[in-house]
């Protein structure tokens, strides 16, 4: 319970002490193009509003968050592709604004983990039931089979 | 005086969780039944401790008594009674007390329905248990103690974080920690086994109840705190990937993957080592996840120094209890035999399958939530990890697992047949395949992600019942079908329904994430915007007076697409004592979707900021966490894993054919 309280908390307070508790996107925000628009949303859920404890801008009420929407869509408005907005933001702000993070040699192992556990899983699961398998006592010879089925019907 | 009892009650169970951890698992050792015995009245004892020092800190909190810091700190004389009794977990000292709590009943729980238990285990079982409980209350006298006094006793006390000031508070917390905490059980088990030496399937068997009834507390309270989160954030998310959510999500993970193993080893005496690796491991994550939230790691890497103490003293605990297990382990698994053969498709591989993709589903949020910390302690770049990561990875992880749900309680033991299995499959794959196809119809085939989701969800949700009907041999004509449905064991309803309500969970969320519609407008009274069908019509605002807030509430008429018509009142919320604004939504419950209201500030020109959410279908989420969570019951209901009743030897032999 605390666990999630505490970043609502945080996020709470943290919005609160911003003094400017207004919802997230405003109508004065929005773009006249959908299609535009729709491309802003998508890029604000990916960038995180760097005062609050876990959002994204698309989410937080904070002042920063809102300044970063409008940079958002000044850029898509002069002509930006996705890739290049978000280039100017990380620019700008630091990757620590991505939520996903970029991929390169400071997060190969967090992106190559799921991967690789599941392969090393994979491969172990694999190894193990073929070596006993192997290590199984072989099937029975037809006298073996004659001889216990023997044994069992005088047993009845 | 009620108040310094509650701490003395403490430091005797501290005490008496010291003899607790000592003596049993030394009578077991030398194999003295008196010292292992002691441990059944001693764990009794300490629950009723420790419950007594609950009592006390509860009773200074509704009465009220500021001079303690703790209820000072967290609580108001004007706070509704419900908040006065939910503010007792409502805060770091006071939500440890309740963990104890937990972990001292769980305790007692064995010591009073494992009678049957070998005496051995049941003594090295609640040695372990002490051990932990040693640790936390340790952990709570030194540095988080509830009953410190304030010598100078304010007349107010600073009130409940509003946030918190919920119904959700009385029910989230409590079923979490009984989940969390319950998992601290199978690590006990896992241990004591290893130190006996005896891991078989009659272990299996024991362990089983316990895990479940963990598994079916855990399910429901993280199913409470999505729901809660959803109503009371008033931006309508049920799930951030937020670090603590993950905190709470990486044992449940895990103990689900242990839930399966257990079977194969209790059926087959297989995946013995790695089934005790997942007890561990289960209720590592639980004591990771308190380490994550209650050391202030995660706030940012830097306030770790705000409460070094706390910080330092929880990774000690993890440390040892992880460190230890681990260790011990090694020293065991060696010696364990590895029981039953099976081939790669068989029930045991498809279980096998299961415990590979959940396990990399939780390692895989355990890298997302720890990198950026790891990568930060190291010196290296600040980066976040946040949803899209998640979505990016977990989402694919689940794709082979959730396919392969409808086959597994299909499969024979040892050695089974694909295309068998496959062959009774056939109506829930036609079903999915027309849910798929009814979809791209309906949207034009423009919505191909979805369909794809919602055919997945068909397929699990009449998969499910694949065997029951098998089993039955419903729809194959004869009056004694409903006799034969009601004959089949517990369990395998159980497994039926845990599996549906997954499915369920899972048609909620592409669903709502598909479907979902969004409406954001400035408003004037008189004024009205227009949400999927819905229109909303702004008809005033007006001031009202709560007990501890004044609030705004926006009065709202919606007029419906048949007509009917009905009102909604959003507010916006002060509460006085901290000046804290809350943003309390309105929401209305029209099927299995929510129309979410949710209100800016009133501007100086009277208008106010308007967000409109139509949540298509989005109660099937929690919905079908409830089903998963009465398919654990019913499966917990039956005979053979009633707690601490494992007795089967009589009935055994037919249940065995049934399943067979």
């Known amino acids: ?156 | 005086m009620i108040v310094e009892l509650g701490h003395y009650f403490l430091v005797l169970a501290l005490a008496l969780a010291i003899v607790q951890s000592v003596l049993p698992v030394v009578g077991a050792r030398i194999g003295h039944a008196g010292y292992m015995r002691s441990a059944d009245w001693t764990s009794v004892m300490s629950a009723l401790l420790v419950a007594g020092s609950f009592a006390a800190l509860t009773y200074a909190y509704v009465n009220s008594d500021f001079s303690v810091a703790n209820v000072w700190q967290n609580s108001h004389s004007r706070q509704p009674l419900l908040y006065k009794y939910t503010s007792v977990w409502g805060n770091h000292e006071g939500s440890l007390l309740l963990w104890i709590l937990i972990l001292a009943l769980f305790a007692a729980l064995v010591a009073v329905f494992g009678r049957n238990l070998p005496a051995d285990l049941r003594a090295n079982v609640l040695g372990v248990q002490a051990w932990i409980m040693v640790a936390f209350l340790l952990f709570a006298l030194f540095t988080s103690n509830p009953f410190e006094r304030l010598d100078e006793p304010p007349l107010e006390g600073r009130d409940l974080n509003p946030i918190l000031q919920d119904i959700g508070l009385a029910i989230h917390p409590p079923l979490l920690y009984v989940g969390y905490v319950g998992f601290s059980i199978t690590f006990a088990f896992a241990a004591a086994a290893m130190i006996c030496g005896r891991i078989d399937a009659a272990w299996a068997r024991w362990v089983r109840p316990w895990t479940l009834l963990a598994w079916v507390f855990l399910t429901a309270g993280i199913s409470m705190g999505s729901y809660w989160a959803y109503y009371e954030l008033g931006w309508g998310g049920w799930w951030f990937w937020d670090p603590v959510e993950n905190a709470s999500f990486m044992p449940w993970l895990a103990g689900t993957a242990l839930l399966h193993s257990a079977l194969v080893m209790e059926k087959r005496e297989a995946l013995r080592i790695w089934t005790v690796l997942l007890a561990i491991l289960t209720f590592s994550m639980s004591l990771l996840g308190t380490f994550l939230v209650r050391s202030g790691v995660l706030t940012s890497v830097h306030a770790f120094a705000t409460d070094p103490s706390r910080g330092v003293f929880i990774l000690a605990i993890l440390t040892v209890f992880i460190g230890g297990s681990l260790a011990l382990f090694a020293a065991r698994a060696g010696t364990l035999r590895q029981g039953g053969l099976f081939a790669p498709i068989s029930r045991e591989g498809a279980l096998v399958f299961n415990n590979l993709f959940l396990t990399t589903a939780m390692a895989t949020v355990l890298i997302g939530t720890l990198y950026p910390l790891i990568l930060e302690a190291f010196g290296g770049a600040k980066i976040s990890v946040g949803p899209p990561f998640f979505n990016l990875t977990f989402g694919p992880l689940m794709v082979p697992l959730l396919l392969a749900v409808p086959f597994g309680p299909l499969l024979s033991w040892k050695r089974a047949d694909l295309l068998a299995a496959l062959s009774r499959l056939y109506f829930a794959l036609g079903a999915a395949f027309v849910a798929v196809l009814t979809v791209l119809g309906l949207t034009a085939g423009g919505e191909v992600a979805a369909a794809l989701g919602i055919g997945l969800a068909v397929w699990l949700m009449i998969g499910a019942f694949a065997e029951v009907i098998t089993r039955s041999r419903a729809f194959s004509g004869g009056g004694s079908t409903l006799r034969r449905l009601a004959g089949l064991p517990g369990s395998m309803w159980g497994t039926a329904l845990a599996h549906f309500g997954l499915g369920v969970t899972l048609l909620g969320i592409v669903a709502v994430s598909a479907f979902e519609r969004e409406a954001i407008d400035n408003l004037t009274p008189g004024g009205s915007m227009t949400i999927a069908d819905y229109q909303i019509e702004l008809v005033r605002v007006g001031p009202v007076r709560g007990p501890n807030y004044v609030e705004d509430v926006v009065h709202f008429q919606v007029t419906g697409p048949s007509g009917n018509r009905f009102a909604m009142a959003p507010s916006k919320r002060v509460y006085t004592a901290r000046t804290m604004t809350t943003t309390e939504a309105a929401i209305r419950t029209i099927g299995f979707s929510q129309l979410y209201l949710s209100v800016g500030d009133i501007n100086a020109d009277g208008s106010l900021v308007v967000r409109a959410w139509w949540k298509y279908q989005v109660i099937l989420i929690w919905l079908g966490t409830l089903v998963m969570v009465a398919g654990g019951c019913v499966s917990l209901a039956d005979r053979r894993l009633r707690v601490g009743a494992p007795r089967p030897a009589r009935t055994r032999g037919k249940r065995e054919l049934a399943n067979a």
């Open chain 1, 1 to 156: 319970m605390r666990e999630r309280l505490t970043a609502v908390i945080l996020a709470l307070v943290l919005a609160i002490a911003s003094a400017m508790p207004a919802l997230a996107v405003n109508p004065d925000e929005i773009l006249d193009d959908p299609a535009l628009e729709q491309r802003a949303r998508d890029l604000s859920a990916g960038l995180r509003c760097m005062v609050c404890q876990n959002q994204s801008i698309d989410d937080s009420d904070a002042p920063l968050a809102r300044d970063l929407r409008l940079l958002v869509r000044e850029r898509l408005k002069a002509g930006d592709t996705d890739e290049q907005v978000l280039g100017y933001i990380v620019s700008r702000y630091g990757e620590f604004v991505l939520l996903r993070p970029y991929f390169g040699l400071h997060t190969a192992v967090l992106w190559a983990m799921p991967v690789v556990v599941l392969a090393i899983g994979a491969i172990l699961a694999w190894v193990m039931m073929r070596r006993r398998a192997a290590a199984a006592p072989a099937a029975l010879t037809p006298e073996e089979e004659a001889r216990i089925t023997k044994i069992l019907d005088e047993g009845e």
